[in-house]
């Protein structure tokens, strides 16, 4: 068993003790989970470094990861179903989504109108994020940190940097997370480059300009944690500062997290926790971020642990488009969603394609189907994800020319008209995350209607085989899948209406990270 201990920190009667019909009371369990996992294990080789990282006595590497638990106080009460969701950069919010609470996450979610709650689940979430700065809110992961010293060369990092405003100094990580530290402060090849939009081609900033620093009350100081640009990084700029790091982590550690932590809870609990009861069937739930990270545990084919027994029985990823992400290779960032990495990389969809650029054939159930098992996998996404240029992967051959055949085992739905994250009324012009501004004010639909349907159609399949209603997004076939070009020309003929220059649009492109790719290691920036 990969799970090796579980400590509790707290334990208490959640939402004061109310009753959810005839689930009754829940309780909340928070605490830490410790982890040994064997490197050499099949079902642990696609890990990248893993087995770079030290072991114990007896040949595991140990990690950490925060978990907590919501369910009912008596088991036999509930529905002996899991619901696992993956904190969003840390946040817990299935619950909120879920049960509608309108709340921001929290240490303990509200809990709504008891949606989950009656329907007798279970609800686990688990910190697999190594950069979280963990606290009483936010989850996080304790990696394990891989030896590169006996690496010839262990490859460089890099940080994208898009500022909202005028500063000079940038931490050295995505968002406000754990900074990859800089290795030499006075390192000659690492490059700052700027862009004037996404795909725009990159320019050097001069190496006497910037500075592996920061500033403070006191002026300039040195620091491996902080980027320093004289004249400051300009708003609306797109930087990429590539770099050696003396930071190791083995980020990938999360995807097992998520794997074992699941496989106990399912099958094992009763040594660490007793007081769990049986729990026959095993949902997972991602949104965003974690939604892409479900979609990449599907790809590395994990849904089976050391015993060789399946995990999950159903996933459910949430506005997680075509892509993967930055969850698997050496120094990733796992927040990072925009800069072409490993996450843009080929296959998109379930099915085996070929890609018309490289030859290459595989799917994300590739692996999974050899393994034998596969689960249930219902795929939602709002219209935001199309227009990020990587949605219609999923249901389209890679040069987008034909509709292909969605897999037995998923289902794909697209919330026509709606924004990533579900609108509420009244409408805002409210800042988005990282104080950024739409030009427009928000799309006011709430999906979660839609969103809640889905999961109970995922439940009723896996358990009851009731197969959900067939897949609802654009066809080439049909022309309810177009270019985004032929939409825009619609919209140009509105009048006073404002359209995005076509150039400046996010697309994905085939890309070139390196003859060290396919182990993880990448070389910046990639090659188109």
């Known amino acids: 068993m990969a799970v090796a201990d579980f400590q509790i920190t707290r334990r208490f009667a959640y939402a004061d003790g109310r009753e959810f019909g005839k689930s009754g009371a829940y309780e909340q369990i928070d605490g830490i989970l410790t982890f040994g996992v064997i490197p050499s294990d099949e079902v642990n080789r696609p890990i990248v470094d893993l087995e770079l990282a030290p072991a114990n006595k007896d040949g595991k590497v140990t990690f950490h990861a925060d978990l907590s638990i919501i369910k009912p106080v008596n088991p036999e009460r509930g529905s002996n179903r899991l619901l696992v969701e993956l904190p969003n950069r840390g946040r817990r919010t299935v619950v909120d989504t879920m049960n509608r609470t309108g709340e921001d996450a929290s240490a303990s979610p509200a809990a709504g109108d008891g949606f989950l709650f009656k329907r007798g689940l279970t609800v686990a979430s688990i910190g697999w994020q190594w950069d979280v700065f963990a606290d009483n809110v936010l989850m996080g992961l304790t990696p394990p940190i891989s030896d590169l010293a006996n690496e010839s060369d262990p490859g460089q990092n890099v940080v994208e940097i898009r500022p909202n405003s005028r500063q000079s100094t940038w931490l050295l990580a995505d968002r406000i997370h754990k900074p990859l530290r800089a290795a030499d402060l006075s390192d000659s090849n690492a490059v700052l480059y700027i862009k004037d939009f996404e795909d725009d081609e990159e320019k050097v900033v001069p190496r006497g300009d910037w500075s592996f620093a920061r500033e403070t009350d006191n002026g300039v100081v040195p620091s491996d944690q902080h980027i320093y640009l004289k004249g400051g990084f300009q708003p609306g700029k797109y930087y990429q500062v590539v770099y050696s790091t003396k930071d190791s982590p083995v980020v990938g550690a999360g995807l097992l997290a998520l794997r074992d932590t699941t496989a106990f809870l399912k099958y094992d609990s009763g040594q660490f926790m007793p007081y769990m009861g049986r729990l026959d069937h095993a949902i997972g739930y991602g949104t965003s971020q974690t939604g892409r990270m479900l979609r990449h545990f599907l790809f590395l084919g994990l849904n089976i642990d050391e015993a060789g027994r399946k995990v999950f029985d159903g996933l459910l990823p949430h506005v997680a488009g075509g892509r993967v992400g930055a969850f698997n290779h050496r120094y990733a960032q796992p927040s990072n969603q925009s800069y072409p990495s490993f996450g843009h990389l080929f296959p998109f969809a379930d099915t085996s394609l070929r890609d018309p650029l490289t030859g290459k054939m595989d799917g994300l159930f590739t692996r999974l189907n050899k393994s034998k098992s596969t689960p249930k996998v219902i795929y939602t996404n709002s219209s935001s994800e199309y227009w990020r240029g990587d949605c219609s992967l999923i249901h389209t051959d890679p040069a987008g ?46 999906y979660s209607p839609l969103l809640r349907a889905a999961f109970v159609n995922l439940e009723k399949w896996i358990t009851e085989g009731v197969a959900p209603p067939p897949s609802k997004h654009p066809r080439i076939k049909d022309k309810t899948a177009v270019t985004r070009d032929a939409v825009l020309a619609t919209f140009d003929q509105f009048p006073d209406q404002v359209t995005p220059a076509r150039s400046k649009l996010w697309v994905i492109r085939t890309i070139d990270l390196g003859n060290r790719c396919e182990i993880g290691v990448g070389s910046y920036p990639p090659r188109e």
């Open 401 to 446: 020319q034909v509709d292909i055949e969605i897999d037995k085992n998923s289902r794909v739905y697209h919330f026509a008209g709606t924004q990533h994250g579900a609108g509420s009324l009244p409408q805002s012009h409210d800042p988005a995350q990282e104080d950024a501004l739409g030009l427009y004010p928000y799309n006011v639909v709430d």
